[in-house]
């Protein structure tokens, strides 16, 4: 069976003023997150499908990869213009893009 090729961007690369949904759970989400990105945990993604954002590619991003790799084939095949975050919020981190905690101040990836 041919598969096509998941559209990807390494974490360096993302646009600065790209919407990103960050698919983590709650737990990462507080501890470190890129300012401005939505936050659906991957588990819920189906159920509020609504809150997802709509118009520009999104940018789905987890810790490493899998899961928003997962998300992002999801919200294709549901006709949403999506793009996965190879690599993660670790790589997204490890490339010096900002990261925030749950209360605003620096955050760190877990």
């Known amino acids: 069976m041919f598969r096509s090729q998941l559209p990807s961007v390494d974490a ?3 646009p600065a003023d790209a919407v990103l949904l960050d698919v983590r759970e709650d737990d990462e989400w507080a501890a ?3 300012e401005g990105a939505v ?5 819920e993604v ?3 499908i609504d809150e997802v954002p709509v ?5 789905v991003v987890c810790r490493v990869g899998g899961r928003s790799a997962q998300v992002t084939q ?4 549901q006709g949403r213009d999506a793009v996965n975050v190879s690599g993660g919020m670790l ?4 490339a010096g893009r900002p990261v925030v905690s749950g ?3 620096a955050g760190f990836v877990v």
Do not use: F, Q, T
């Open 12 to 14: 360096a690369a993302v």
């Open 32 to 34: 470190g997150h890129a």
């Open 39 to 43: 936050h659906i945990p991957m588990g």
């Open 46 to 48: 189906v159920a509020r």
């Open 55 to 59: 118009g520009a590619p999104l940018h």
């Open 74 to 77: 999801y919200l294709i095949a």
């Open 91 to 94: 790589d997204w981190e490890a």
């Open 103 to 105: 209360d605003g101040a």
